[in-house]
C-alpha cells in the first residue's frame, strides 16, 4: 500500500467510501425512512442521513460503483480513470437531476436537491483528483 501512487490510494479511497454508502443505505436510523425504502422511483422516500434520498437500486449503484472503483484502483491507469469517469458519471447525474421534473416518472433513482448538488461536488472532486494526482499516472516508457 505505501509503494502506491497517490492516485491509486485516492481511488482507493473513493471507491471505499461508495461501498460504505451503499452499507449505511440500508442500516435504519443512519437511513430515515427506512419503512419507506422501495426498489426504485420516486415513491422511496427514505433518505440517506436524513437528506438524500435513496432506494435500493441507488445502494445497489453505490455499491457496484465501489466495487468498480477498487478492481480499476489497483492500476496507476485504472484508479485515474475511475476518478475521471465516475467524475463524469457524476456530472451528467447532477445536470440529469437538474432538468428533470423530481415529481415525475423520470426520476426513476430517486434524486433530490440535495442529491444534485452532492453529484455536482462529487464530478468536480473526482475530476479534480483524476488531474491533480493522475498526472503522476502517466509515466513515460522506461528507455533502454
Known amino acids: 500500500m505505501r509503494n502506491r501512487p497517490i492516485v491509486q490510494l485516492a481511488a ?3 471507491a471505499a467510501t461508495f461501498l460504505l454508502v451503499a452499507v449505511l443505505g440500508f442500516v435504519p436510523g443512519i ?3 427506512f419503512s419507506d425504502l422501495s ?3 420516486r415513491e422511496s422516500h427514505a433518505e440517506l442521513i436524513g437528506l438524500f434520498q435513496i432506494s435500493v437500486l441507488h445502494n445497489i449503484v453505490h455499491g457496484l460503483f465501489g466495487v468498480i472503483g477498487l478492481v480499476l484502483a489497483r492500476s496507476d491507469v485504472g484508479a485515474r480513470n ?3 469517469g465516475g467524475g463524469a458519471v457524476y456530472f451528467v ?4 437531476g437538474t432538468v428533470i421534473d423530481l415529481d415525475s416518472a423520470a426520476n426513476f433513482v430517486p434524486l433530490n436537491v440535495a442529491d444534485n448538488f452532492l453529484h ?3 464530478g468536480a472532486s473526482m475530476i479534480g483528483l ?3 494526482l493522475g498526472k503522476k499516472a502517466v ?3 522506461a528507455r533502454h
Open 31 to 33: 437511513t430515515t425512512g
Open 120 to 122: 455536482l461536488f462529487l
Open 39 to 41: 426498489l426504485a422511483g
Open 130 to 132: 483524476g488531474i491533480l
Open 139 to 141: 509515466r513515460p516508457a
Open 93 to 96: 447525474l447532477a445536470a440529469y
Open 82 to 84: 475511475f476518478l475521471f
Open 12 to 14: 482507493t479511497a473513493v
